[in-house]
């Protein structure tokens, strides 16, 4: 009896259950081996619509005719059209031996052997610049396919040159600090710490008071340093890490206690590419990653005639991105007093007509020097450094691997800014 010893479908061995194919149009090469005198017979059906292959016009149609099968074929390679599927697919292989060729074959049940070939979709990456003040950034997005690997320049990027992240304009608004300052006080550095994934809902099962010990309908894709972010929609600032998880138990071990009811909906976050990587296989790296403030400026509104003293009212026109502990600078400044650099001591967002057009500010380590033969006149340019509402971030976040499906990664500006207060 003629055998057929070994079927490849692209390129892979018969002995693997699941080959993969790109989300791109391929050409699927299947290669049927075995004594020359086998026949087989081979079909291809595609699950997304349940339609069969024509092997004459190569296309995969809803009429299943002749040409919908390969008929008494010798061993040999023979290619099928996969056509683009941007959402992915999967398409069933199977060849048959003839018998009445008098021929089986070593695999599946001597007649008939199927493999399932996957065409994954391609997935992309989103990222979010977000954080406390802030309104969410686009900073860019990548689509790839999970099947690729990238590595050195190859790598797709996404350059931030001088991103600006939205503050939305309101008196409220004191500005923010950069939280790791380099060379000057409106420059800083961020790292890919800052870089987080937040998970899909968990269920709290059963409740829980001041526990280190919370237990889920499941556990599937959390990993040990995830941190949880929201219990019941409120964001939990003390981003508890999991220590440990038992899967067997659903529970899941966090380094600090939490208080949770039964059903509440729990968010965890991966910060870190790392962590990143172990939760959703995204490679990541970060790299020229710095941080800037736009030059903050007001103006005076009434022009001074005379001495202001540290912690006596300036009149100005806005204090939007100015907060106290940020340094001054502008003409009539005397600030001899104090070896210090001279500061703002105080922001109020309600005086002279609001803190858009108005407000005022208060100063330490120093006073306004003026007279009436040498005034501060009127729209006098006053320069704040250290607190500003204009953010920009640089950096280069480049991509080794895609994740299986769309996935959104934030830059938390938390861990990057600090925000400015009034008093």
């Known amino acids: 009896m003629a055998l057929i010893t070994q079927i490849k479908i692209n390129s892979v061995s018969s002995l693997l259950s699941?080959?993969?194919?790109?989300?791109?149009?391929?050409?699927?090469?299947?290669?049927?081996?075995?004594?020359?005198?086998?026949?087989?017979?081979?079909?291809?059906?595609?699950?997304?619509?349940?339609?069969?292959?024509?092997?004459?016009?190569?296309?995969?149609?809803?009429t299943t005719t002749s040409q919908s099968r390969l008929k008494n074929q010798n061993p040999r390679t023979f290619n099928v059209e996969i056509p683009a599927a941007a959402s992915g697919d999967t398409y069933t292989v199977?060849?048959?031996?003839?018998p009445h060729y008098n021929t089986s074959m070593s695999m599946g049940n001597g007649i008939r052997y199927s493999q399932v070939v996957r065409q994954?979709?391609?997935?992309?990456?989103?990222?979010?610049?977000s954080g406390d003040g802030f309104t969410n950034t686009a900073i860019g997005n990548r689509t790839g396919s999970s099947i690729d690997t990238y590595s050195g320049a190859n790598r797709p990027t996404i350059v931030m040159d001088k991103k600006q992240i939205t503050v939305p304009s309101a008196a409220s608004d004191f500005g923010f600090f950069i939280t790791d300052t380099t060379t000057s006080l409106n420059k800083g550095i961020w790292s890919a710490s800052a870089l987080y994934w937040q998970s899909g809902n968990y269920t709290a099962d059963g409740g829980g008071t001041d526990s280190t010990s919370l237990t889920l309908t499941s556990v599937d894709g959390l990993v040990v340093g995830m941190q949880v972010s929201s219990i019941n929609s409120v964001f939990q600032s003390d981003l508890r890490a999991i220590t440990a998880i038992n899967t067997s138990t659903k529970t899941v071990t966090l380094d600090g206690n939490e208080t949770?009811?039964?059903?509440?909906?729990?968010?965890?976050?991966?910060?870190?590419?790392?962590?990143i990587n172990d939760a959703i296989s995204i490679g990541l790296e970060l790299t020229d990653s710095t941080v800037e403030l736009g030059q903050t400026t007001t103006t005076i509104d009434d022009e001074i005639t005379s001495n202001i003293s540290a912690g006596a009212d300036i009149n100005v026109n806005g204090t939007l991105g100015i907060s106290k502990g940020a340094t001054i600078r502008m003409r009539g400044l005397n600030k001899s007093s104090s070896s210090s650099a001279c500061t703002v001591s105080a922001v109020d967002n309600s005086a002279n007509g609001g803190g858009v057009n108005g407000g005022a500010l208060q100063l330490a380590n120093g006073q306004i020097e003026a007279s009436s033969d040498r005034p501060v006149r009127t729209q006098t340019k006053i320069y704040i450094d250290g607190?500003?509402?204009?953010?920009?971030?640089?950096?280069?976040?480049?991509?080794?691997?895609?994740?299986?499906?769309?996935?959104n990664i934030y830059i938390d500006t938390n861990k990057i800014l600090t925000q400015g207060t009034a008093t």
């Open 18 to 62: 699941v080959g993969l194919l790109k989300a791109e149009a391929t050409t699927l090469p299947i290669t049927v081996s075995g004594d020359s005198d086998a026949f087989f017979s081979a079909q291809v059906t595609r699950s997304s619509d349940n339609r069969f292959y024509n092997f004459k016009t190569k296309t995969f149609e809803a």
């Open 120 to 129: 994954k979709g391609n997935a992309t990456i989103t990222f979010i610049a």
């Open 94 to 98: 199977i060849i048959m031996a003839e």
């Open 260 to 275: 949770w009811s039964d059903t509440h909906v729990i968010l965890f976050r991966a910060y870190g590419p790392r962590l």
């Open 387 to 407: 607190s500003s509402n204009k953010v920009f971030l640089n950096g280069t976040l480049s991509i080794s691997k895609y994740p299986e499906a769309n996935q």
